[in-house]
């Protein structure tokens, strides 16, 4: 009997992890993306909860844990950069994980290891899909067709072939939350650690050391308006206005991200869908969740997602719609744990007044106390569960 074949659009975590175990299981698989080459770069991502177990599975513990980002521990910071409070770290799941890797060098992990005759396909998009009851045929930009038993769906949060398919059940939550991220020159005054400032206005600045002698900087901020259609120079432009009299190291991360050949910025935006498989496409990772990084765990989730669906459709190999329905029910517990953020999260983590402020401080000093220690590190515990992975079969 010939093998079955499946198309995964999007080449980063939750498309790889599941061309990598569907290929595993005995499908043949084709990769598209649409970016003219391989994604390097990007900002911190980790390994948690079970999608560590998804991980020794695919005998890549090891190889993800040394690109790890050098990075040894969270404080919390005030105006002169002095620490007022450090978040746990210890365990594999603390608020710097035992697994922290930047989204690129995780991603090129599962790339460099994917099963032979996996085939990939880069600057390439999908223009049309025709799902019928023999199998999918799609149009890519390239004018080249493919036809397939299954369409693997990971283009992420703004997914263009997941609206065109699923249209009106796509259901976005926007958060009121803009992250500007990039990478800066590293300074002397940089260390290991993941230093985190808050201040009035309902601003952040994030700065993270990485693995290439350089630095990851994020300024967040809430009630601001969304700045994704505007091109650079004007986003910008706007982010500097919004951070003029934000203190400590405004300045020196938006003159760095004014020549930084990575800069993304991103309006959050969660997905949430009742279903995420229509026929014989399937959503998977950000496409069909996107839990942000208010929520935290996408990667945990997108990598875990790969590995569900292929073995779940491996125990189902002769009813899709059934394989399908598994993988959901399996998955949608992790996902709804994430998703569902605490009530006024906006308000207290993006404090815009003195007072507002002050609570939050107040607040850091008691969570991250010795007495509470244990409840802040359930904090940071995503993507877990008692629940046993399902089984490959033999």
Sequence with gaps: ?????????????????????????????????RAPSFRDGGQNVDVRGVARDVLGRMGLFDAVK?????????????????????????????????????????????????????????????????????GVTLTLSSGRSLRADLLVVAE?????????????????????????????PRTPSDDDRWRWYTTVGGRQIHLRPDNHGTTRAILSYARGE????????????????????AGWEAERVLDAFDTSDDVYLDHLTQIRMSTWHRGRVVLAGDAGWCVTPIGGGGASLAL??????????????????????????????????????PPGIEHFAYPQTRLGLAARELFDSVLTSKLFAPLAAKLTQVADTDRSLPELPA
């Design 304 to 341: 875990t997602s790969g590995y569900v669906l292929a073995a779940y459709l491996a125990a189902e190999p002769d009813d899709l719609p059934a394989a399908l329905t598994r993988y959901e029910e399996w998955m949608r517990p992790l996902v709804d744990d994430v998703q569902k953020l």
């Design 1 to 33: 009997m010939s093998s079955r074949r499946a198309v995964v659009s999007g080449a980063s975590i939750a498309g790889l992890s599941a061309a990598y175990w569907l290929a595993r299981t005995g499908w043949e698989v084709t990769v598209i993306e």
């Design 226 to 245: 969304d700045l994704t259609a505007l091109d650079r120079a004007d986003a910008l432009a706007r982010v500097r206005v919004r951070y003029a009299d």
């Design 156 to 184: 992420g949060v703004r997914s263009a072939t997941r609206d065109r398919i699923f249209g009106e059940a796509v259901d976005r939550r926007e958060l009121g939350i803009t992250m500007v991220f990039g990478t800066i």
């Design 66 to 134: 040394a690109q790890n980002t050098t990075e040894t521990g969270t404080v919390l910071v005030d105006a002169e950069g002095a620490v007022r409070a450090e978040l746990p770290s210890d365990g594999p799941d603390g608020a710097t994980a035992e697994l922290e890797v930047l989204r690129g060098d995780f991603a090129r992990t599962i790339l460099d290891r994917l099963p032979e005759g996996v085939s990939l396909g880069y600057g390439e998009t999908i223009e049309d899909v025709d799902d019928g009851p023999d």
